[in-house]
């Protein structure tokens, strides 16, 4: 089905739908994996995999944390721009995950030391090129500055995947607590705007404003991203068994 650039509605604090009390419920799910700064020591891509991405400082850690709904699971650096590893997430029921997120570093941030920039931009954009498993891709960007060059770049990066519908995305418009309800329309209908220069007949792109504060977008944002990982197909019943054959009489 294409989706192109469209608005989401806010959520209440106790969501009514239940497919959004469903998506929430998984993603709270979410528990650490692994962490790895070459893409040879991810696992095996044997399940889809959703990749954060976001300039430093536009709340990247914060969402994550907000929508598996724990504090501490995606590691916020009080020093922006130090995170420098793909950190792997695993999502879904304990003993058999169906999905995994990917925390990829932040960028942007100009006091760190260029060749390590450089490095870890480089496996950032190996991973986001290259991983087959990639199946979406969650953008950070801050409402009230919305889309950097540097986002623009990355954008223009993964045009291709995106338009060809091979990888999904969501944009989110972080931070959106601290505009007017009037800019925050106004900071919508400009992300909208851009985002639609991607839009194709295959492609799915949404974008919505999110705030981890007043928790608003947070049950469209997980419905999102539920509905970008198939649901494993429910076991079939067992047959019964045939009746034993009766014993021949001795």
Known sequence: MTQSATARSNDSDIPSDPAVREAL??????????????????PPPTLPEVAFV?????G????????AQHRRLAFASKTPGRTQHINLFEVGPLDAADARWAD?????????????????????????????ALAGIVMMVDSRHL??????QLLDFVSQRVATGEVKLLVL?????????NDAAKALAKAQKVLGQLATDDADISV????????QGLGDAALTLRQWVPRAAPEAPEAPAAPAAPLSPA
């Open 25 to 42: 419920a998984w993603t709270q799910s979410a528990r650490f994996l692994t962490t790895a700064s070459l893409l040879t020591q991810l």
């Open 54 to 58: 976001g300039r430093s400082n536009a």
């Open 60 to 67: 990247k850690s914060t969402a994550i944390n907000t929508l």
């Open 104 to 132: 990829l570093p932040g960028y942007g941030y100009a006091a760190v030391a260029r060749g390590a920039k450089l490095r870890w931009q480089q496996v950032m954009a190996d991973y986001l090129a290259n991983r087959h």
């Open 147 to 152: 889309f950097t060059p540097l986002d623009q």
């Open 173 to 181: 418009l972080t931070k959106a607590d601290k505009l007017s309800r």
């Open 208 to 215: 919505s404003l999110f705030s981890a504060l007043s928790r």
